[in-house]
């Protein structure tokens, strides 16, 4: 049996020498294959390991037949190709140096492994942990392993009416305009100091100050309190500018970036806004897609640590200023933000409110827009919020505006949104009940309405909000319905009905006071069971009928008076499209 010895070279001409040796004599065999072993020696490209397998097995072989001692010159022949075979050395040194080659791939390997988990770590750390917080950690040159008391500023952020937005979208554009959204306010957040703490869906939270900022590092408290106030101020105005801007595609806000990751995020979603609003349901998109985010500002003593179990940290804040700044969100204007009167406070002292309020109106002014002739009370408009979660417990804030324009978009975009039938007009309530408190806006909507033919019945809207009033005016004109029309058309804007409407529910939401007397039974002198219990008894009734007279009246606000009004208005834009839709027919 004769095999070449390119076969021999490779393990399935190992194996078959393997079997053969199996199947037929071994001294035969051996004899046989002296040849074909000593070119497979000679062969210098033959993989040095599959020659150490051959020589191992015919080692082995030649041991089990008794034959290393034999006087055979043949035998003698191939075990000296075999030692050849093993390098110079035994059977047991070619086992050793298979031993030291498997050795050797198994330390490849684990080198290959964990060279490649510090690669993933690092990028891990890269993809999913905030660079500045990690820089802000190396410079101080370690992980702050004890929570401490510091001033924080603290933001968050909200895409109004995302849920709505998202249907316009699929699954991965949703995640790609995010994904833009929330590189570019990370983008804001480089240029201010300021870290983000944490992304939840379409909110996000940030904030200023702590242990680890080093611009702090070297200021007192009042300095450093001062640049924590200004910088999340104008962070806020910011973020929202950069909303607006994001919303038409506009990346002009990146002028001077010199971070690629971020422009290509933001760059990939405006490539889906911009296809959108340039198809042919372009005017559809216009009318619906409008990204707007709110934003709510604080500054407080804070814990600042790591939080959560061992494997799962998280460098975060906790206190009643973080609390207090997510309902600052929750309540401010779509496309302004609410901050707290401390926070005002200090942005007062600084003369941060005037500044800001001179250069808004200058850009008011610059356009001809609504704004121009805001005031600086109306810039900040003071306003409390009652927390319901809280015992209905209030605290002082003041709602800023940003957009310059933002009647006029708005303006704009309900004239597209008449058009849209159903959907339309239910956008535009929306929109109305978003900005009620807002006097710019709602008259740009009213002029907006108007302008398109459609016929607000504010005599009705004021018959719903003080309906003994209203009958008092139409005694006045003598029953003449039209004439009462007129005169509480010309003389209410909506915005001052939506006023009245306000300042109703405030009286509703309060709880009205027992008069003194009443108010004295609740420390009765006990003297005797049946008087004493005769008190209590008609105090409680007292009391009763006050409770269910307060609830009459909150329902019938939120379940008739509030609902009426903006259905009023619904069905005059509603007339309107019928109307269009009538005339398109014919």
Not at 219 to 246: G, N, P, W
Not at 288 to 307: D, L, P, S, W, Y
């Amino acid at each position: 049996m004769c095999y070449s010895s390119d076969e021999m070279s490779t393990e399935k001409g190992y194996l078959k020498v393997k079997k053969a040796a199996e199947n037929e004599e071994h001294r035969g065999l051996l004899g046989r294959t002296e040849k074909n072993l000593s070119h497979i020696n000679e062969s210098e490209p033959i993989n040095t390991t599959i020659k150490g397998y051959v020589a191992n097995y015919l080692n082995k072989l030649c041991n089990n037949e008794n034959l290393m001692d034999s006087e055979e010159v043949d035998i003698k022949k191939v075990l000296n190709i075999v030692s050849r075979l093993g390098d110079g050395h035994g059977s047991s040194d070619s086992s050793e140096k298979d031993e030291n080659f498997r050795n050797r791939k198994k330390a490849e390997k684990a080198l290959e492994k964990a060279s490649l988990e510090i690669s993933i770590r690092k990028e891990i750390e890269e993809y999913y942990l905030p660079k500045q917080l990690v820089d802000a950690i190396v410079e101080k040159g370690g992980i702050p392993k004890e929570s401490e008391q510091c001033l924080v500023g603290i933001g968050f952020i909200d895409i109004a009416d995302y849920s709505f937005l998202s249907k316009f979208l699929t699954p991965m554009e949703n995640q790609i305009v995010l994904n833009g959204l929330y590189a570019s306010f990370s983008w804001v957040l480089q240029q201010h100091g300021g870290y983000l703490n944490k992304i939840e869906g379409d909110s996000l939270m940030f904030h200023y100050g702590g242990n680890i900022d080093p611009k702090i590092e070297d200021m007192d408290q009042e300095e450093s309190e001062k640049y924590i106030a200004q910088e999340l101020f104008y962070t806020c105005i910011h973020m929202q500018r950069v909303a607006f801007l994001f919303n038409d595609a506009n990346d002009s806000f990146l002028y001077g970036s010199d971070n690629p990751k971020i422009k290509k995020q933001v760059d990939a979603a405006f490539e889906i806004i911009s296809s959108m609003r340039n198809s042919e349901l372009s005017q559809k998109i216009n009318a619906f897609f409008q990204i707007r985010i709110r934003i709510g500002a604080n500054i407080g003593e804070v814990t600042i640590g790591n939080f959560g179990p061992e494997g799962g940290k998280q460098w975060d804040i906790i206190g009643v200023p973080v609390i207090n700044a997510k309902r600052m969100e929750a309540t401010a204007p779509i496309g302004g933000f609410r901050i707290s009167e401390e926070l005002y406070k200090i942005l007062e002292e600084s003369g941060l409110t005037e500044a800001y309020f001179h250069r808004f109106k200058r850009e008011a002014e610059a356009m001809f827009g609504s704004f121009s002739t805001i005031t600086r009370g109306e810039l900040f408009k003071f306003g409390k919020v009652t927390l319901k979660d809280k015992k209905n417990a209030e605290f002082n804030t003041y709602s800023i505006q940003v957009n310059p324009a933002l009647p006029e978009a708005l303006m704009n975009q309900v004239e597209l949104l008449v058009n849209r039938e159903e959907l339309g007009s239910q956008r535009i309530i929306q929109l109305l009940q978003y900005y009620r408190g807002n006097k710019f806006v709602i008259n740009a909507i009213e002029a907006s309405l108007i302008s398109k033919g459609i016929v607000i019945r504010k005599a009705d809207i004021f018959s719903y909000v003080f309906p003994i009033k209203y009958k008092e005016i139409i005694g006045e004109y003598k029953g003449n319905i039209k004439k009462v029309e007129a005169f509480i058309s010309s003389k209410y804007h909506v915005f001052e009905l939506f006023e009245m409407m306000g300042y109703l529910q405030d009286v509703i939401k309060k709880d009205l006071k027992l008069d003194a007397k009443q108010d004295a039974k609740q420390e009765l002198i006990f003297e005797n069971y049946d008087d004493y219990i005769k008190e209590i008894d008609e105090w409680m009734k007292k009391e009763n009928e006050y409770k269910e007279r307060r609830v009459y009246q909150r329902n019938y606000f939120y379940s008739y008076i509030y609902p009426m009004v903006y259905k009023s208005i619904d069905a005059s834009i509603k007339e309107y499209q019928h109307q269009a839709s009538e005339l398109s027919e014919v």
